[in-house]
């Protein structure tokens, strides 16, 4: 379901043949004009280990790269190492009446997935 811009980036602990544990991916696609973070995960036995914050900024620089404004994600209000945790990387929250056509039917998808039984939000980092 991903447009032709989609791109993965995958943080390996191993050598450089890419033996070992994948510690953890970002996947992001263009939503909207600009980049969008589609998934972040980092294996929990990693944790701490800021691996999160360098994928993110890694999608922050390709989004650049593209001419992109902005990077763009949607997670959950009140897990701590969600919207919290992206707000100390300087993303915002977007008002839902703000929300471009893209992102408006990536939350109703969201929500057909039944993912809205707890509080979500979009949020967007200038760039």
Request: proline share 6%; glycine share 12%.
């Amino acid at each position: 379901m991903y447009g032709r811009a989609a791109c993965v980036w995958v943080v390996n602990d191993g050598d450089r043949e890419g033996h070992g544990d994948i510690a953890g991916y970002l996947l992001a696609d263009v939503v909207d004009g600009a980049g969008h973070i589609e998934q972040v995960s980092v294996d929990p036995g990693y944790a701490g280990q800021r691996i999160g914050r360098a994928l993110i900024d890694e999608a922050a620089r390709w989004a650049t790269t593209q001419g992109y404004a902005v990077v763009t994600l949607t997670t959950f209000t009140r897990v701590p190492w969600n919207a919290p945790y992206y707000e100390r990387l300087g993303f915002v929250a977007v008002p839902p009446e703000q929300l471009g056509e893209g992102l408006r039917r990536v939350r109703e998808h969201e929500a057909d997935l039944g993912l809205d039984r707890w509080p979500r939000t979009a949020m967007a980092r200038p760039l």
